[in-house]
């Protein structure tokens, strides 16, 4: 049977929890225990984890003393802590893990080589891939949709607050529907948000599947990817 590889995402804001801002630890430990689900079943996962709990590059050069590139740079450094927080939250449930940075820091963790990468993700290491793609002007959705491409992933997963993509906003409206399945033109032409459209280019470009998931819904991950049911989220494919 062919080992399954996917790329997991997931937002930096859903780790602050309702405070909006910084790591709840109880988030962490839930992701971690998703993530091992995943891992006992045999499954090589790479993850992303964004850094909107900390800092964002856009709202960090509003006020006008930060310039855009610095803010996104900030924003990049901000996923490095983020994905040190998780990587010790998986290493407590029993798991190995390494991260790798896209900018050297050799003392905290590898720098980003994607064979190295899938070499650990062979023997079973989860790998946390941090500071974005390393260029300003991108986002972790992005980083984490080349990633996926780079270490041949299956997919990847879109971890979010949300089922997946509805027909409307289903904040605004009791009938909105769940949509299963729409085509990367589609999420394109609708602008569905998910994910940002430079993300949905390279999957589409590359022909990775993206499944938009509730992240908050216990064994959901798991489900898909495992069990390989994808009733109750989304694919863009
Ligand atoms: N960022 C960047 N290049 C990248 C990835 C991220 O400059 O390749 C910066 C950007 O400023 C972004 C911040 O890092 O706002 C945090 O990432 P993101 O907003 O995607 O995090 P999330 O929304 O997933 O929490």
Same mark, same amino acid.
């Given at each position: 049977?062919?080992? /399954?590889?996917v790329l997991v995402k997931f937002s930096g804001e859903a780790l602050a929890g ?5 790591i709840e630890p109880e988030i962490l430990k839930y992701i971690a225990e998703e993530i091992k689900s995943l891992a ?5 996962i790479g993850i992303v984890i964004g850094?909107?709990n900390?800092?964002?590059?856009? @709202? %960090? @050069? ?9 803010? *996104? ?9 983020n994905s040190i927080a998780l990587r010790e939250a998986i290493e407590r449930v029993?798991l $190995?893990v390494?991260?790798? @940075?896209?900018?050297?820091?050799? %003392?905290?963790?590898?720098? !980003? ?9 062979? /023997?079973?290491?989860v790998?946390i891939?941090?500071?974005? =793609?390393? $260029?300003? !002007? !991108? =986002? ?17 997963i879109k971890a979010t607050k949300?089922?997946?993509?509805? *027909?409307?906003?289903?904040?605004? !409206? ?10 990367? *033109? ?9 994910? *940002?459209? =430079? ?7 590359? /022909? ?5 998931c509730n992240m908050f819904e216990p064994g959901n991950i798991a ?7 994808? @009733? ?6």
């Amino acid at each position: 049977m062919k080992e /399954k590889r996917v790329l997991v995402k997931f937002s930096g804001e859903a780790l602050a929890g309702g405070s909006g801002f910084g790591i709840e630890p109880e988030i962490l430990k839930y992701i971690a225990e998703e993530i091992k689900s995943l891992a006992v079943a045999g499954v090589q996962i790479g993850i992303v984890i964004g850094g909107g709990n900390i800092i964002r590059g856009v @709202s %960090a @050069s509003q006020g006008g003393i930060i310039g855009r590139t610095s803010g *996104d740079y900030m924003g990049m450094l901000s996923t490095v802590i983020n994905s040190i927080a998780l990587r010790e939250a998986i290493e407590r449930v029993g798991l $190995n893990v390494r991260v790798q @940075s896209a900018i050297k820091m050799e %003392a905290i963790c590898e720098t !980003f080589i994607i064979g190295r990468a899938i070499r650990h993700m062979q /023997k079973g290491r989860v790998v946390i891939f941090a500071a974005g =793609t390393g $260029n300003p !002007f !991108f =986002t972790t959705d992005t980083a984490a949709t080349l990633r996926a491409i780079e270490m041949e992933s299956d997919m990847i997963i879109k971890a979010t607050k949300v089922n997946g993509v509805y *027909d409307k906003d289903p904040v605004k !409206f009791s009938d909105a529907q769940l949509i299963g399945e729409l085509s990367y *033109d589609k999420a394109l032409a609708d602008d569905i948000k998910v994910m *940002d459209d =430079t993300a949905i280019a390279l999957a589409k470009d590359n /022909k990775l599947p993206i499944v938009v998931c509730n992240m908050f819904e216990p064994g959901n991950i798991a489900k898909i990817v495992v069990d390989e049911d994808l @009733s109750g989220c989304s694919v863009v494919k």
